[in-house]
């Protein structure tokens, strides 16, 4: 997850090694730019995957109240646990769109008007796919498939769009944000 911030930082330097001028700067701007993301995504990372879980409940609420259609279908598929999208939570996308688009989407992920703005790009996606989901009537190893198929042919545009007009939804205002506990101190 640091890669990104690296490119960012560095511009095109980083791209076409222009020496090592500046990599002083660079490397310590990465690591407090690093530090401030694991403050905010740092629960996804709980070595109890508490954070985790919250988050995945916290979707299923979400697809629950978006689209109780799909929602009742991964219900009789048993796959409300979501751990389908446990990768998309965890790396917020960074292996489902392509690298350039990495960078946009976590530019709008974070300037979003949500905390849990990557928990409506879920469902945007889950979206997407809900004709082939419930008319093949698709298991929790189907779903894995579907999900790790999908990797790399994500429209960022799009997906952006999709998940802006479920966050603004009137629905939308149904669901609260959810309560992660608190993190204890190492």
Request: net charge negative; glycine share 6%.
């Amino acid at each position: 997850m640091r890669a990104p911030l690296i490119v960012v930082l560095a511009g095109s330097e980083c791209l076409v090694g222009e020496g090592d001028e500046g990599t002083d700067d660079i490397e310590s701007e990465t690591f407090w730019c690093f530090d401030r993301l694991m403050q905010i995504v740092g629960s996804n990372f709980d070595a109890d995957q508490t954070g985790m879980h919250v988050k995945l409940r916290h979707l299923s609420n979400m697809l629950q109240v978006l689209d109780p259609a799909l929602h009742d279908h991964l219900a009789n598929a048993d796959c409300l646990n979501f751990f389908f999208a446990f990768r998309w939570v965890l790396c917020l996308f960074k292996r489902e769109l392509r690298y350039g688009d990495v960078l946009r989407f976590w530019d709008a992920l974070w300037s979003g008007p949500r905390d849990d703005f990557v928990l409506f790009c879920c469902v945007a996606v889950l979206r997407w796919h809900k004709r082939d989901i419930i008319s093949n009537g698709l298991d929790f190893d189907e779903m894995l498939k579907l999900v790790q198929g999908i990797a790399g042919s994500i429209d960022v545009s799009k997906l952006l769009v999709d998940a802006s007009a479920l966050c603004f939804s009137e629905r939308a205002a149904e669901i609260a944000l959810p309560v992660l506990p608190p993190r204890l101190e190492r």
